[in-house]
């Protein structure tokens, strides 16, 4: 009885609401509204016509949404006048190739239109479409699509008489009952019917049921629709556009909105060639609001600096001409960083920048953020953070030359985090800093105010049993060496004793590193020729389980000479290579 109550034209079952009584009054007007309803409903496609019922199945619901080609993630399509680029067959791109202009529809129906039932129409709505492949979550991106535009199909289905939709499966759900007026035999029969109704609860169960049959095929699926959208999302972005973007904003790869704020800044108007011109000012656009982008003569300090100082309190034409001649990647940070933490005071900014000019690049960004966040917590001291830093910069010179920020990440990783270190112990504490107080100073203060909070002097603990403690040598061909270097002496340390009686030798920390080398994540070499003396410290790569070079010190940690760091290289590579024939074998 319930699929004969489905299949009937909405214009019949309308007639159950006490003020649609009068369409039954009159015969002759009842046979002609329901031959009208069923010619109606015969001409529509054969999936529409389960829909024009006021209670519709959810199988049939769902058959229809099936035809529409809701559960196909992304489609291409390329016509002679339009390029469309289709999400989950409700919401697509569209690009017109003679003005290449993108606009955006999504699908509506209208089952009054026998003709067109089912038809696009324009929508200033944009979707966060991410631009890159790289985005975190795959499902959301085609899960928000459709049940956004599934809100607005349920609606055109009640404008055009739908009033709920029927699931006889299921108990669980607070089911409503209604009298259903249908004919059997040539009479009007009435039913008590079960139906969810659409205004309440019916739009998160009919969300619920096409997530579950959208996700049916797992994660995969959505890692392949996202990479069909990546390929062709750039055909409807204009690339000119989007790198002005990158450039003013500053924003990464991993943006999930990218599409929307690089469709959105193509349509300000703003003149590309001369954007272009100004390359160098274009971060400082960052904080205005879009509207003022194209205003006249932007690109002169008579009319940018006012805009700047409603937003940065203390720029001035210098501070901002120094900050031009930073790298790219540099100059957003120091800009972005200062405006968030300093309150847009860059001259602080400005002096930590003017101590680290012969690092990496990478490496200068790393410290901008760490000294700046310093900077916001505590502005008194500015003048300690300032002294550490450049105390750092001294003593980690030759890294700047020697040791690749991306193939040596972890050995930077290990120098920022004592730096790290070092002024989270001047935060903590009320002391005065020495002008002349050089960075192996500074650490042993640190290290004695750590062991003081955890309670752990040397004194108290069990030097005997850290003595004890071993580990197995390294292996290597040292034949090359003693033909380069005859006098060399080179000796590897594999016991705490060994680490102690060097670190007390040579005045540095290396003791503090007997965990590491116990654990095997760590080597220490002792070098000594032609009366030089060096301690040579290795750590391994997780990623590839090689040694990889992570300190070099001699006496009191100061720097070693360009023959021992020749001797070093040569080391390591032996060590690798006969550990890479050792796991051959």
Same mark, same amino acid.
Request: net charge positive; proline share 3%; charged share 20%.
């Given at each position: 009885?319930?699929?004969?109550?489905?299949?009937?034209?909405?214009?019949?079952?309308?007639?159950?609401?006490?003020?649609?009584?009068?369409?039954?009054?009159?015969?002759?007007?009842?046979?002609?509204?329901?031959?009208?309803?069923?010619?109606?409903?015969?001409?529509?496609?054969?999936?529409?016509?389960?829909?024009?019922?006021?209670?519709?199945?959810?199988?049939?619901?769902?058959?229809?949404?099936?035809?529409?080609?809701?559960?196909?993630?992304?489609?291409?399509?390329?016509?002679?006048?339009?390029?469309?680029?289709?999400?989950?067959?409700?919401?697509?791109?569209?690009?017109?190739?003679?003005?290449?202009?993108?606009?955006?529809?999504?699908?509506?129906?209208?089952?009054?239109?026998?003709?067109?039932?089912?038809?696009?129409?324009?929508?200033?709505?944009?979707?966060?479409?991410?631009?890159?492949?790289?985005?975190?979550?795959?499902?959301?991106?085609?899960?928000?699509?459709?049940?956004?535009?599934?809100?607005?199909?349920?609606?055109?289905?009640?404008?055009?008489?739908?009033?709920?939709?029927?699931?006889?499966?299921?108990?669980?759900?607070?089911?409503?009952?209604?009298?259903?007026?249908?004919?059997?035999?040539?009479?009007?029969?009435?039913?008590?019917?079960?139906?969810?109704?659409?205004?309440?609860?019916?739009?998160?169960?009919?969300?619920?049921?096409?997530?579950?049959?959208?996700?049916?095929?797992?994660?995969?699926?959505?890692?392949?629709?996202?990479?069909?959208?990546?390929?062709?999302?750039?055909?409807?972005?204009?690339?000119?556009?989007?790198?002005?973007?990158?450039?003013?904003?500053?924003?990464?790869?991993?943006?999930?909105?990218?599409?929307?704020?690089?469709?959105?800044?193509?349509?300000?108007?703003?003149?590309?060639?001369?954007?272009?011109?100004?390359?160098?000012?274009?971060?400082?656009?960052?904080?205005?609001?879009?509207?003022?982008?194209?205003?006249?003569?932007?690109?002169?300090?008579?009319?940018?600096?006012?805009?700047?100082?409603?937003?940065?309190?203390?720029?001035?034409?210098?501070?901002?001409?120094?900050?031009?001649?930073?790298?790219?990647?540099?100059?957003?940070?120091?800009?972005?960083?200062?405006?968030?933490?300093?309150?847009?005071?860059?001259?602080?900014?400005?002096?930590?920048?003017?101590?680290?000019?012969?690092?990496?690049?990478?490496?200068?960004?790393?410290?901008?953020?760490?000294?700046?966040?310093?900077?916001?917590?505590?502005?008194?001291?500015?003048?300690?953070?300032?002294?550490?830093?450049?105390?750092?910069?001294?003593?980690?010179?030759?890294?700047?030359?020697?040791?690749?920020?991306?193939?040596?990440?972890?050995?930077?990783?290990?120098?920022?985090?004592?730096?790290?270190?070092?002024?989270?112990?001047?935060?903590?504490?009320?002391?005065?800093?020495?002008?002349? !107080?050089? $960075? %192996?100073? @500074? #650490?042993?203060? *640190?290290?004695?105010?750590?062991?003081? =909070?955890?309670?752990?002097?040397? &004194?108290?603990?069990?030097?005997?049993?850290?003595?004890?403690?071993?580990?197995?040598?390294?292996?290597?061909?040292?034949?090359?060496?003693? !033909?380069? $270097? %005859?006098? @060399? #002496?080179?000796? *590897?340390?594999?016991?705490?004793?060994? =680490?102690?009686?060097?670190?007390? &030798?040579?005045?540095?920390?290396?003791?503090?590193?007997?965990?590491?080398?116990?654990?095997?994540?760590?080597?220490?070499?002792?070098?000594?020729?032609?009366?030089?003396?060096?301690?040579?410290?290795?750590?391994?790569?997780?990623?590839? =389980?090689?040694?990889?070079?992570?300190?070099?010190?001699?006496?009191?940690?100061?720097?070693?000479?360009?023959?021992?760091?020749?001797?070093?290289?040569?080391?390591?590579?032996?060590?690798?290579?006969?550990?890479?024939?050792?796991?051959?074998?």
């Amino acid at each position: 009885m319930l699929n004969q109550a489905i299949a009937i034209p909405r214009l019949i079952t309308l007639a159950v609401n006490d003020d649609c009584w009068q369409y039954w009054d009159n015969e002759k007007k009842r046979d002609i509204r329901y031959k009208k309803a069923f010619e109606q409903q015969e001409q529509l496609p054969e999936y529409l016509q389960p829909l024009v019922t006021t209670h519709v199945n959810i199988n049939d619901f769902m058959d229809a949404m099936q035809q529409l080609g809701v559960f196909r993630l992304a489609k291409f399509e390329d016509e002679l006048t339009y390029s469309y680029l289709t999400f989950c067959g409700v919401y697509r791109l569209c690009l017109h190739k003679e003005s290449q202009k993108v606009h955006a529809e999504e699908l509506r129906m209208n089952l009054n239109e026998v003709i067109t039932p089912v038809f696009w129409v324009n929508t200033p709505y944009l979707h966060d479409i991410p631009a890159f492949f790289s985005c975190v979550s795959y499902s959301n991106l085609f899960l928000k699509i459709l049940i956004h535009q599934l809100a607005k199909i349920l609606k055109d289905l009640m404008l055009s008489g739908m009033a709920y939709i029927q699931n006889e499966n299921i108990s669980y759900l607070d089911a409503r009952y209604r009298n259903v007026i249908i004919e059997e035999n040539g009479e009007l029969q009435t039913y008590n019917q079960e139906y969810f109704a659409i205004q309440n609860i019916d739009f998160n169960f009919l969300s619920k049921q096409l997530s579950e049959r959208l996700m049916w095929a797992g994660n995969k699926r959505f890692l392949g629709g996202t990479r069909y959208v990546a390929k062709h999302i750039w055909l409807f972005l204009d690339k000119e556009y989007v790198s002005l973007y990158q450039r003013i904003y500053g924003y990464t790869v991993t943006q999930e909105n990218a599409f929307k704020c690089f469709h959105q800044f193509s349509y300000l108007g703003i003149d590309k060639v001369l954007f272009k011109q100004h390359e160098r000012w274009l971060p400082w656009l960052s904080g205005l609001p879009s509207q003022q982008l194209t205003t006249p003569n932007l690109f002169s300090y008579n009319v940018l600096l006012p805009m700047l100082r409603d937003i940065y309190v203390n720029v001035t034409k210098k501070q901002m001409r120094q900050i031009n001649q930073l790298s790219k990647k540099l100059q957003q940070k120091v800009i972005k960083l200062s405006v968030k933490n300093e309150g847009g005071d860059f001259s602080s900014m400005l002096s930590a920048v003017s101590l680290m000019k012969v690092y990496p690049c990478s490496i200068q960004c790393w410290l901008v953020e760490l000294i700046s966040n310093k900077f916001a917590i505590a502005p008194n001291k500015k003048q300690g953070w300032l002294l550490i830093l450049n105390r750092w910069c001294d003593y980690f010179l030759s890294m700047a030359s020697d040791v690749k920020p991306v193939k040596q990440r972890e050995q930077w990783q290990r120098a920022i985090n004592q730096l790290k270190d070092v002024l989270d112990w001047y935060y903590n504490n009320d002391c005065q800093l020495h002008k002349n !107080q050089q $960075w %192996p100073a @500074l #650490v042993r203060q *640190e290290q004695a105010w750590i062991a003081n =909070l955890n309670d752990c002097e040397r &004194e108290g603990q069990d030097l005997e049993q850290l003595y004890a403690q071993s580990w197995l040598m390294a292996e290597w061909d040292d034949s090359k060496l003693k !033909q380069a $270097w %005859p006098t @060399l #002496v080179l000796t *590897e340390l594999n016991t705490g004793q060994q =680490l102690y009686v060097e670190g007390c &030798e040579q005045e540095h920390c290396v003791f503090s590193y007997l965990q590491d080398c116990y654990e095997g994540q760590y080597r220490v070499f002792s070098l000594n020729h032609d009366g030089e003396r060096a301690t040579l410290g290795l750590y391994v790569d997780l990623v590839t =389980l090689q040694y990889r070079y992570d300190q070099l010190r001699g006496k009191g940690n100061s720097l070693s000479s360009k023959t021992m760091q020749k001797i070093a290289k040569l080391l390591i590579s032996k060590i690798n290579k006969q550990k890479h024939r050792k796991c051959k074998t």
